[in-house]
């Protein structure tokens, strides 16, 4: 069974910067490309980024784009998400999830890491 689990949240101040950490358990990284995404209290779960496998190809969504970045390493079975620039509308719980960016079709899920910007 593919466990992904992350980690990396904090309590920061605004134009501070984290970086998330999503490693993959019993399963390759290779094989999947892997989403992040955030939902924050009382709104729905929003996209972020999606890197695939080869991390040739990257997205983002405009509301991120020039202040996250996605990265992989395969060595360490880990991708990582960098924030930058945080603002109090980037808190959150942040997940990853692996799948298919073309499709947007992710078959494993982490539980979440909690972002939270605050002064």
């Known amino acids: 069974q593919v466990q992904l689990v992350e980690s990396g949240g904090g309590l920061v101040q605004p134009g501070d910067s984290l970086k998330l950490a999503c490693v993959i358990s019993?399963?390759?990284?290779?094989?999947?490309?892997i989403g992040w995404f955030r939902q924050a209290p009382g709104k729905e779960r929003e996209g972020l980024s999606c890197?695939?496998?080869?991390?040739?190809?990257?997205w983002y969504a405009g509301a991120v784009k020039g202040r996250f970045t996605a990265s992989r390493d395969t060595g360490k079975n880990t991708v990582y998400l960098q924030l930058d620039n945080l603002s109090p509308e980037d808190t959150a719980a942040y997940h990853c999830a692996a799948g298919s960016c073309d499709s947007e079709i992710y078959a494993y899920w982490g539980k979440g890491t909690l972002v939270t910007v605050s002064s």
């Open positions: 890197i695939s496998s080869s991390s040739k190809n990257i």
């Open positions: 019993a399963g390759t990284l290779d094989h999947y490309d």
